[in-house]
Every structure is written in structure tokens, then in C-alpha cells.
Nanobody, 122 residues
Framework: QVQLVESGGGLVQAGGSLRLSCTTSGRIFTINRIGWYRQAPAKQREFVAQITDGGSTNYADSVKGRFTISKDSAENTVYLQMNSLKPEDTAVYYC????????????????WGQGTQVTVSS
């Protein structure tokens, strides 16, 4: 049983901040990469940020300088700190884990959380 659960979404005013959390559970040895994606109504899901097992990070151009991804391995949690929020950041935000090692020889391809809504008002 491998599960990802997002939390921390809500309604904020433009210029405000939110911190999203993605907590993993189940029998997991390691995860190669965890990423944040978002999907606005009538639009495709798009990449936002990612962090690897080794701690390397990458961001979409639209959020560079405003969003920060980090992790707490002891708590099995990845965070997305979102500052200087804009109305165009409004979307459902999803957590994705890739390359999930659940034994010495077994890997899962990926898993998605159920999403958390972020709404930014002007």
C-alpha cells in the first residue's frame, strides 16, 4: 500500500503565500523523484517543481523565484512553499512520486495523490 496525500491548499489573496505538503505512506525504501504538478480548469496538467532523492531541484519558468520545493525525509514529506501568488497560479495541485522502491528488487513506476485546490483572488 503506497499512498500520497496532499494538503495545505486554500483561498488566498494575490501576493500571499501557501505551503503545500505531500506525505507518503506505505512500505517504501526509497523514491527517486517527487514532483508537483497543477491543473487549471479546461487545461492540461503542467509541471511545477521536482526534487530528487539526492536533493536536486528543478522548477517551471513560471514559478522560479516564487516557489521552493523541499523535503523532510524523517517525516516522509515534501513541501511546496508558494510565495507572491498570482491569480494564474489557481489550480488543483498534485503530488507525483516516481521510481518507488518497495523491496530490494521491486520498483513501482509512479503514484499520484488526489490533489489539493489552490485559489488566488485578485
Amino acid at each position: 500500500q503506497v499512498q500520497l496525500v496532499e494538503s495545505g491548499g486554500g483561498l488566498v489573496q494575490a501576493g500571499g503565500s501557501l505551503r503545500l505538503s505531500c506525505t507518503t505512506s506505505g512500505r517504501i525504501f526509497t523514491i527517486n523523484r517527487i514532483g508537483w504538478y497543477r491543473q487549471a480548469p479546461a487545461k492540461q496538467r503542467e509541471f511545477v517543481a521536482q526534487i530528487t532523492d539526492g536533493g536536486s531541484t528543478n522548477y517551471a519558468d513560471s514559478v522560479k523565484g516564487r516557489f521552493t520545493i523541499s523535503k523532510d525525509s524523517a517525516e516522509n514529506t515534501v513541501y511546496l512553499q508558494m510565495n507572491s501568488l498570482k491569480p494564474e497560479d489557481t489550480a488543483v495541485y498534485y503530488c507525483n512520486a516516481e521510481g518507488i522502491k518497495i523491496s530490494s528488487t521491486t520498483y513501482l513506476f509512479d503514484r499520484w495523490g488526489q490533489g489539493t485546490q489552490v485559489t488566488v483572488s485578485s
